[in-house]
C-alpha cells in the first residue's frame, strides 16, 4: 500500500439524490477459482470526535460494459466498524464462495451499506489503501455514486469514474479459507 483511494461512504452535497460514493476495483483472473475472503485495509479518515459506526460493505459484480453489472455475485458486510488501525488489514467473509471465471472482468464495490446514525453520512468518510504504481496492469479502480453505482436499470441515477488515481490498484489479498 502506498497511498489511499478517493473517500466514500458519504453523502455528495453537489447530488444530494446520488447517495453514498464507493469505491471500486476492477479484477480479470488468470485462471477460474472461488474465494471467500477479502482482505483491505480501511480507514474512518474524519475526526475522530465525529466518528460514528458503519456497516462495511464488499460486493463482487460481473463486468457490464464497463462498469459493475446490475447483480451481486456475493456480497460481505463487516457490522459496526468505526475506527479501525489504518495500518492493520480488514477481512470481509463471504458466507458462500464467490466463483470466478479466468478471462472475464469482475468489479469489487466497497462501499458503507449504513450507519448507527444517519449523521454519519455527512460526518464521515472512508478510504481504503492503494498502491500508487500500477501494480495490477488488466485492473483498474475507480468511484461511483448513484442509487446503487451499478447497472443499467440504475444507470441514470448513477455515476461511475474509472480510473481513481492514475495507475493507483486496492492493496488487497483474494481467496479461499
Same mark, same amino acid.
Given at each position: 500500500? +502506498? ?7 458519504? /453523502?455528495?452535497?453537489? #447530488?444530494?439524490?446520488? +447517495?453514498?460514493?464507493?469505491? =471500486? ?7 477460474? $477459482? ?7 485495509? =480501511? ?6 470526535? #465525529?466518528? @460514528? ?5 464488499? /460486493? ?11 447483480? *451481486? ?24 464462495? =464467490? ?13 458503507? *451499506?449504513? @450507519?448507527?446514525?444517519?449523521?454519519? #453520512?455527512?460526518?464521515? $468518510? ?20 448513484? /442509487? ?7 444507470? *441514470?441515477?448513477? #455515476?461511475?469514474? =474509472? ?7 486496492? @492493496? ?6
Amino acid at each position: 500500500a +502506498g497511498g489511499w483511494s478517493n473517500n466514500f461512504g458519504t /453523502r455528495n452535497v453537489n #447530488y444530494p439524490d446520488a +447517495g453514498d460514493v464507493a469505491s =471500486v476495483q476492477s479484477i480479470v483472473p488468470d485462471s477460474d $477459482f472461488q474465494f471467500n475472503k477479502a482482505v483491505l485495509r =480501511v480507514w474512518q479518515a474524519n475526526n475522530p470526535n #465525529y466518528s @460514528y459506526n458503519a456497516d462495511l460493505r464488499i /460486493r463482487v459484480f460481473a463486468d457490464n460494459n464497463g462498469a459493475p453489472g446490475e447483480n *451481486s455475485l456475493g456480497e460481505s458486510i463487516i457490522h459496526n466498524l468505526v475506527n479501525p488501525d489504518k495500518n492493520s488489514d480488514v477481512t470481509f467473509s463471504f458466507n458462500s464462495p =464467490v466463483s470466478l471465471i479466468s478471462g472475464k472482468k469482475y468489479w469489487l464495490m466497497l462501499d458503507v *451499506s449504513g @450507519y448507527g446514525d444517519n449523521r454519519g #453520512y455527512d460526518a464521515n $468518510f472512508w478510504v481504503n489503501a492503494i498502491g500508487t504504481g500500477d501494480y495490477y496492469s488488466n485492473g483498474a479502480s475507480g468511484n461511483c455514486f448513484g /442509487r446503487g453505482c451499478f447497472g443499467a436499470a440504475e444507470s *441514470s441515477d448513477s #455515476y461511475f469514474n =474509472v480510473p481513481a488515481p492514475s495507475g493507483a490498484d486496492w @492493496y488487497m489479498k483474494i481467496g479461499m479459507e
